[in-house]
């Protein structure tokens, strides 16, 4: 380990007493819960954008966070650091994996050829740190929404040369994910998308996009890459419209061009709520489409209307994911922390902070998202519910078998229906934090 966060002890659990700041409430990586060691059931990862590369810059104002790491900014000498920082972190938060862009790894040169001769430098260097650790990678991507070639977008783009330079990111950051052994690979549509339609053929665009998908899917396999594509959905920002708007969206999208095999969806908490959702919404939508993969684990602010990425303290939002994740048996990829600290909290300590926030709100969520399973009452309330459908006529009209004129004759004979039933909504809710809150 080196020495960069030299302050930080190694964060250990010390129960919901503890007073410590710099320990873990409720993570408590090796407790078992519905037959799972915590850490099985959510393989936190790191974000190599927010947490060693983010600063502090917003639209208004510059960084105020140093993460230079005792080097010189916009060197691979700096690029060397942050992936020592980054390893120091992961081993003293007890954190697996990471995620990464291409463009988060190195500094991006002018020609394409020199950027990917330093992304094969730092990841031979990745490699070896990564030796002699758990630490793994969980997802890779390749950033098309920074560099100004990308302003028209990436798969999307009108010209066909900066379409040729998506693709060449795309094969490297594939090449890199391969080679690092990543267990998934990300889409996210950051400029996939259009400020108007006056200037825009959305069917043209979205074919293209199409085309390279199954592009890098071809590709990947070629090189051996055996996990899931992700397209991570968001809705808006930075283009005024994304085609990847939501889970079902993206789901249509997936299936109208035969990529549904391969991929799977990357939920992110902030961007279901953007899209105008709960973050259980697109997650629950995402499962029962067999498509639920990973999941960007942060947080929104309702009072403002963009992509905040806060680190995930609302239990209510993060038991919801709990519970649609072990409904759906776990995921195939794992919770990264798309998440950065606020502005003004600029110091080392904050880093840790938001991160043993983040995993203490999920490892809660978990274990109040198996306590509502356990107790089964809204399971049982939901069973009920339907329960009318479980008669003859119920089991015709599920297996597809009825036809109009007898459901009609049905319901002439009836003259009119009982209720329904109440939906219980208050009730429900009282439950729900009946067992978040009850002793
Ligand atoms: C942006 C966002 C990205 C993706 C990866 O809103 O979430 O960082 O997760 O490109
Ligand atoms: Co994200």
């Not at 140093?66 to 000498?77: A, C, P, R």
């Not at 999307?156 to 094969?171: G, H, L, R």
């Not at 009452?377 to 009920?384: G, H, P, S, Y």
């Not at 597809?400 to 209720?419: D, I, M």
Request: net charge negative; hydrophobic share 40%.
């Amino acid at each position: 380990m080196s020495d960069i966060f030299t302050s930080i002890p190694r964060i250990r659990y010390e129960g919901s007493g503890s007073k410590n700041p710099l320990a873990f409430k409720y993570y408590d990586a090796d407790r078992v819960i519905m037959g799972k060691k915590m850490k099985e059931h959510l393989p936190f990862a790191m974000a190599w954008w927010h947490n060693l590369c983010a600063s502090g810059v917003d639209m208004f104002g510059s960084g105020t966070t140093d993460k230079s790491f005792g080097s010189t900014l916009g060197t691979m000498e700096q690029a060397r650091a942050k992936v020592d920082a980054g390893f120091e972190f992961m081993e003293k938060l007890g954190i697996e994996y990471f995620c990464f862009h291409d463009v988060d790894l190195v500094p991006e040169a002018d020609d394409i050829n020199e950027t990917n001769r330093r992304l094969d430098e730092i990841s031979d260097y990745i490699l070896e740190k990564m030796r002699g650790t758990n630490i793994k990678c969980l997802w890779g991507t390749a950033n098309m929404f920074g560099n100004p070639r990308f302003m028209n977008g990436a798969g999307s783009t009108n010209s066909v040369d900066v379409y040729c330079f998506a693709a060449a990111q795309i094969k490297k950051a594939l090449e890199l994910t391969v080679k690092l052994g990543g267990r998934g690979y990300v889409f996210w549509g950051g400029r996939e998308g259009y400020e108007t339609l006056l200037n825009t053929d959305v069917k043209f665009e979205q074919e293209n996009i199409a085309a390279l998908m199954h592009m890098a899917v071809d590709y990947g396999r070629s090189i051996g890459f055996t996990g899931d594509f992700y397209i991570e959905p968001k809705p808006k920002e930075p283009m005024k419209h994304q085609y990847d708007y939501d889970a079902a969206t993206a789901i249509g999208f997936l299936r109208q061009y035969g990529l549904d095999k391969d991929f799977k969806l990357n939920i992110e908490a902030n961007h279901a709520t953007l899209a105008g959702h709960t973050f259980q919404h697109d997650l629950r939508i995402s499962a029962i489409n067999g498509m639920l993969g990973s999941v960007d684990a942060n947080q929104g602010d309702l009072l403002l209307g963009w992509d905040t990425d806060e680190f995930p303290f609302n239990i209510y939002e993060t038991t919801m994911c709990m519970y649609e994740v072990l409904k759906a048996g776990g995921l195939t990829g794992g919770f990264n922390f798309d998440a950065k600290t606020r502005r003004p909290s600029n110091t080392p300590e904050d880093m840790f902070y938001g991160y043993i926030l983040g995993m203490d709100s999920f490892a809660l969520g978990l274990i109040k998202a198996a306590q509502l399973i356990e107790d089964g009452r809204l399971d049982a309330f939901v069973k009920d519910r339907y329960s009318s459908f479980e008669g003859d006529l119920g089991h015709k009209i599920r297996s597809g078998e009825a036809t109009l004129e007898e459901l009609a004759a049905h319901a002439s004979k009836l003259r009119r229906p009982a209720s329904p039933g109440s939906g219980r909504q208050e009730y429900l809710e009282s439950l729900v934090n009946s067992v978040l809150f009850g002793a």
